[in-house]
């Protein structure tokens, strides 16, 4: 009864009965919320999980487009990669993050951001080409764009898996561990506390026949005595009462009762 | 949830690590970014580039605060699988391209591979 399972190492009082099942209501609804939020976050995840599936896909696309329209530009300006390696000084396109409450996880989104004096490259091309490139650079940004998006979502991704991992650890912890726990914690109480009633039930039926048995001994022990004493010859006295004795006890007002007197 | 702890707001940057083209295109979209230290966050890597000095990129570039999204080439992420694989952080964002000469493989992408298994198919 009490010595199944783990419990909590307390007294069995009835103040630690009532806290107990506090705790064990407290747990419950604790379980009920968290599986809520579970629930949630894995509806979310399984949307960002799609999405990341597709933006992937489509990623490889844009990069080949890309791919492409740069080796345009190699074929009409030639190599450029050198020039463009040495002219790069200050990121002109950055990301921000923004952050996105998904039922209390705090989720991050990349913004693109392209600073308007995005002109690092302008003598790249001059004698030639520099239109292939313009265009190419177009590519290149929208294909970033992408990118920044997938990444987002990635993160995203990451975050979530991360919390729900942890949320489902949660819930199965207090589903297996902390309200078993408890509900042992409660059982053990309550067979202590019963346990302790019967006890206390049991003796004082003890004392109530040791009483019993004291008094009947006693009575005894005085008949005997009474009985040695009056052998002896000597008189017993008796407490009788009040019109004491075994002829004691008449009414005395129906004693010597008048006649009715009839005129 | 040690990954968040960093402020995301602070980082702004992309990285690259990639063959000549990839990187020369990114750059070309504005992403390249030198830093007062000479600092740069793309990494150009050719078939004499040692695997050593792609991994010490790789670890560079995911430890830098101001670093939002690493981009990395398919095949060049290959080369370091096993560090890739371990990366599961957050924060920077990791990102598998395809490259002109290496067509995009779903399979080998880690994230991708992540989806797969918890998709079940």
Do not use: W
């Not at chain 1, 990118?147 to 995203?156: F, K, P």
């Not at chain 1, 039926?205 to 004291?214: A, I, L, M, N, T």
Request: net charge positive.
């Amino acid at each position: 009864m009490s010595g199944t399972g783990p419990r909590e190492a307390i007294f069995p009082t009835r103040m630690n009965l009532t806290l107990t099942k506090g705790r064990l209501k407290g747990a419950q609804t604790g379980h009920s919320l968290l599986a809520k939020k579970r629930d949630a976050l894995t509806t979310r995840f399984r949307t960002i999980l799609r999405k990341v599936d597709e933006a992937k896909r489509l990623m490889g696309r844009v990069l080949q487009l890309a791919s492409f329209s740069l080796a345009e530009v190699t074929y009409t300006a030639g190599d450029i990669s050198y020039q463009v390696q040495e002219s790069v000084k200050r990121a002109s396109y950055t990301v921000q993050a923004r952050q996105e409450n998904v039922s209390g996880v705090v989720l991050p989104a990349f913004d693109g951001i392209r600073s308007k004096d995005a002109s690092d490259f302008n003598l790249t091309g001059l004698s030639r080409g520099g239109q292939q490139i313009q265009k190419c650079r177009d590519t290149y940004v929208k294909a970033v764009g992408t990118l920044v998006e997938l990444a987002s979502l990635q993160t995203a991704f990451t975050i979530l898996d991360e919390v729900i991992r942890a949320t489902n650890r949660r819930v199965n912890a207090i589903e297996h561990v902390v309200i078993p726990r408890l509900d042992n914690t409660i059982k053990y109480i309550n067979s202590e506390l019963d346990e302790m009633d019967r006890e206390e039930f049991f003796r004082l039926k003890k004392v109530q026949g040791k009483k019993k048995r004291d008094a009947e001994k006693a009575n005894d022990e005085r008949g005997k005595q009474n009985a040695e004493f009056t052998g002896k010859g000597g008189e017993l006295h008796r407490d009788e009462g009040i019109g004491g004795g075994d002829a004691g006890g008449a009414d005395m007002l129906d004693e010597g009762k008048d006649d009715d007197v009839i005129f | 949830m040690a990954t968040t702890t960093t402020n995301p707001k602070d980082r702004t940057l992309l990285a690259v690590i990639g063959d000549e083209d990839s990187v020369t295109g990114l750059l070309l979209a504005g992403i390249g970014d030198v830093d007062k230290n000479q600092k740069k966050n793309f990494l150009i890597v050719d078939a004499k580039t040692q695997t050593s000095v792609i991994e010490s990129a790789f670890q560079d570039f995911t430890e830098r605060k101001d670093v939002a999204i690493l981009l990395i080439n398919q095949h060049v992420a290959e080369r370091i699988r096993p560090t890739v694989d371990r990366y599961q952080a957050a924060f920077p964002a990791l990102l598998e391209i395809p490259s002109k000469e290496h067509p995009y493989d779903p399979a080998k992408d880690s994230v991708l591979k992540r989806v797969q298994k918890l998709r079940g198919d």
